[in-house]
């Protein structure tokens, strides 16, 4: 008979011991990283706000410095009149405040040459945010770029610039739900 050498395997009790130690440090790090990934999203969207709040007081400027002035009340035709040149591109302003619009209502909104605050920020407009990217949504009025927008019982993780604010256009940062 040839001679074998002893095998030996795990305990029942080191098999456990290494379970424990395992469970152990998942609950110690998991946690870290959902909230490093929150940071992130958060992160992101503070930088979304900047360029909003930029790209407003630079349309304003330029506004002012081009003549225009807050309007009484909506000029309706003479809305055409609230087009501002920003590097060779238009971007109509709002009566009440001289802020960007969303999407301007005035010429062609499509055209290449016409800005919306989503082309001015840098972003493309994607609904789905698929794959974890930023989803966007927006109207005349409002621009929202965020990973979560308010849903049933969700306040969301989102950037929202209200063109129409009166007396002055806001962006506000909501991330309850990051």
């Given at each position: 008979m040839p001679y074998c050498a002893k095998q030996r395997g795990f305990t029942l009790v080191e098999l456990i011991l290494v379970i424990i130690i395992i469970g152990i440090l998942s609950a110690i790090f998991i946690p870290s990283?959902?909230?490093v990934s929150r940071q992130a999203r958060i992160a992101t969207l503070d930088g979304v706000s900047a360029a909003m709040r930029s790209a407003a007081a630079i349309t304003r400027v330029k506004a002012l410095s081009q003549g225009l002035e807050i309007a009484p009340?909506?000029?309706?035709?003479?809305?055409?009149?609230?087009?501002?040149?920003?590097?060779?591109l238009s971007v109509e302003v709002d009566w009440r405040n001289l802020c960007p619009e969303s999407?301007?209502?005035?010429?062609?909104?499509?055209s290449d040459s016409t800005l919306s605050m989503l082309d001015y920020i840098q972003?493309?407009?994607?609904?789905?945010?698929l794959d974890g990217d930023?989803?966007?949504?927006?109207?005349?009025?409002?621009t929202r770029v965020g990973y979560q927008f308010p849903s049933a019982g969700k306040l969301g993780c989102f950037v929202?610039?209200?063109?129409f604010g009166d007396p002055m256009c806001t962006v506000r940062l909501v991330i309850d739900d990051c």
């Open positions: 990283y959902w909230e009340s909506n000029p309706g035709n003479g809305q055409q009149n609230y087009i501002v040149d920003v590097e060779g999407i301007p209502e005035w010429g062609d909104a499509l972003l493309t407009a994607n609904p789905t945010g930023l989803k966007t949504e927006v109207d005349n009025q409002f929202e610039y209200d063109s």
